[in-house]
């Protein structure tokens, strides 16, 4: 077991844009502060990136790059550490427990993270749909094409086909293109005027719009609006889809065949709440019905020394999570202050953070909801599927079974799940949550996970066997 001797001011989950602006806002204000994320790099999804060069077409890369140095001679940076839960000590401080491999063949070790205070920054993951054939090989995330894109410089396919809903699937298929793949569509369920029939939405995202237009146009990349795919067709891997004519509701006008070798589809994002419903932070629904963080204006949560920012309280892009995570490490900077002058009652309120932060995010959360409410997911989706259709790819669980488990009486995702096993494999629900709560007619419930990322028994073990982490290393 590894024992950091210190117990920081502030441990920051994540080092995505939100946390590596929280994390160096308050080291700058003199906190001593630890980031642990799990990739090998800090970045994040957007800010993915290989160690050299630095992908070149990521606007706001450099000024990252710039945090990033910064950060790292002021915090201390525990990257290749995956927090599999956080709990709180009899004293009020806040104990994060992480696995990393160390990479001399010991295997997996835990690690503890003592803190005052915590800064949640753990981002969202992928929001794929369920149908015919999405167990193909070929078959991707539209956030995983691009993350091979990004991070190992690897193009998923040569006739790649791009399909779901939301902007997301502009930068996806203009990289794909740009790094020589031949994009066949981009297929958007949604209207194609999304964006423009919000004034604010239209202003603010013009020009990054002009410029994925303008990549697309540049390679031949047709756009096709209310379109979708219904089905992946191959033997040992994709080899075609099934792209349809939607109406307003996603209900199919047409079908026709495109042969392709690779497909990247994504319907929007769920927000990483685990550790915060672990801590018993509350939650609230999003635009689009996602449980996120509830957090004040100060970026707090219900729960003393919790804050969280960036995609885990709604999403709303790079920009917006790296405001949210400037402002909460101004406010823990703050409380840490207020506490070390013993002044509790002020520790409430806590002084003003700078307006024009202030009211830059809240116009930029505005968006972000406008966002959401542009491209939502409509039910039309779970007409596409057929009986054999898997829902729940890790316990390989068939449309059919989650309709038996209804027949026998489960009325909502919860019981669907302990009859039918959707949810109980690897991902434990990341992925079939959205559809299985979907399917059975409610707004997807908080995750709850004691155990948030996979951990071997004996990584476990030594964790629970442990001294709490008051003395030196043992
Ligand atoms: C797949 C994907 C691709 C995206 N691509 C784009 C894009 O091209 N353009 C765009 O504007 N927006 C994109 N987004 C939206 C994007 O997430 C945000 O705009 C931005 O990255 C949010 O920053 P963040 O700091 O909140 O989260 P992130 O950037 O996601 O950072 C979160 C970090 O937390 C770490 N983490 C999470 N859980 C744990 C844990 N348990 N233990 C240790 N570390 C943990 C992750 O490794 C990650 O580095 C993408 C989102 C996803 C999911």
């Given at each position: 077991m590894t024992y950091d001797l210190m117990t920081y001011d502030l441990v920051v989950i994540g080092g995505g844009a939100a946390g590596v602006a929280g994390a160096l806002s308050a080291a700058q204000r003199g906190l001593r502060v630890a980031l642990i994320d799990s990739g090998a790099r800090l970045g994040g999804q957007y800010f993915r990136h290989p160690a050299v060069p630095p992908h070149p077409a990521t606007s706001g890369l450099d000024r990252f790059v710039r945090q990033t140095r910064a950060l790292s001679e002021r915090a201390e940076l525990l990257l290749g550490h995956q927090v599999w839960s956080v709990s709180r000590e009899p004293g009020g401080d806040l104990t994060v427990h992480c696995v990393t491999t160390p990479g001399d063949g010991s295997g997996e070790r835990p690690v503890e993270v003592r803190g005052r205070r915590l800064l949640l920054a753990t981002g969202a993951h992928d929001r794929p749909l369920p149908f015919p054939g999405w167990d193909l090989p070929g078959v991707l995330t539209a956030g995983g094409a691009q993350a091979l894109l990004k991070g190992n410089g690897v193009v998923a396919g040569q006739r790649v086909v791009v399909a779901g809903t939301g902007p997301f699937l502009l930068p996806v298929a203009a990289g794909l293109a740009a790094a020589g793949a031949r994009v066949l569509g981009v297929h958007e369920a949604n209207g194609g005027l999304g964006l423009a029939?919000?004034?604010?939405?239209?202003?603010?995202?013009?020009?990054?719009?002009?410029?994925?237009?303008?990549?697309l146009a540049r390679h031949r990349v047709p756009y096709r609006p209310r379109t979708a795919v219904l089905a992946a067709h191959g033997g040992d891997r994709l080899e075609a889809v099934t792209v349809a004519r939607l109406d307003r509701d996603w209900n199919v006008l047409s079908t026709r065949r495109v042969a392709c070798d690779t497909l990247a589809t994504g319907y929007g994002f769920t927000p990483q709440t685990d550790l915060g419903v672990q801590l018993g932070c509350d939650t609230r629904r999003d635009a689009d019905g996602s449980p996120v963080l509830a957090v004040d204006d100060r970026q707090r949560t219900g729960v003393p020394g919790v804050w969280a920012a960036g995609e885990p309280t709604g999403v709303g892009g790079w920009r917006l999570a790296e405001l949210e995570g400037r402002l909460a490490g101004l406010a823990a900077a703050d409380d840490a202050g207020l506490a070390a002058a013993g002044e509790?009652?002020?520790?409430?309120?806590?002084?003003?953070?700078?307006?024009?932060?202030?009211?830059?995010?809240?116009?930029?959360?505005?968006?972000?909801?406008?966002?959401?409410?542009?491209?939502?997911?409509?039910?039309?989706?779970q007409g596409w599927l057929r009986d054999d259709t898997l829902v729940c790819r890790c316990e390989e669980v068939p449309l059919?079974?989650?309709?038996?488990?209804?027949?026998?009486?489960?009325?909502?995702?919860?019981?669907?799940?302990?009859?039918?096993?959707?949810?109980?494999?690897?991902?434990?629900?990341?992925i079939c949550g959205y559809p299985v709560a979907c399917l059975a007619g409610e707004e997807p419930a908080p995750p709850r996970r004691p155990v948030v990322q996979p951990i071997t028994l004996a990584a476990l073990a030594e964790d629970l066997s442990a001294e709490p982490p008051t003395g030196g290393p043992s």
């Open positions: 029939r919000h004034p604010v939405l239209a202003l603010a995202k013009a020009g990054e719009a002009a410029s994925y237009a303008l990549s509790s009652a002020a520790r409430e309120a806590g002084a003003a953070l700078p307006e024009v932060l202030v009211r830059r995010r809240d116009r930029m959360r505005a968006f972000a909801r406008a966002l959401l409410e542009a491209y939502p997911v409509k039910d039309g989706w059919s079974r989650l309709r038996e488990a209804q027949d026998l009486g489960a009325t909502d995702a919860r019981s669907i799940k302990l009859l039918a096993r959707p949810g109980m494999g690897w991902c434990q629900g990341r």
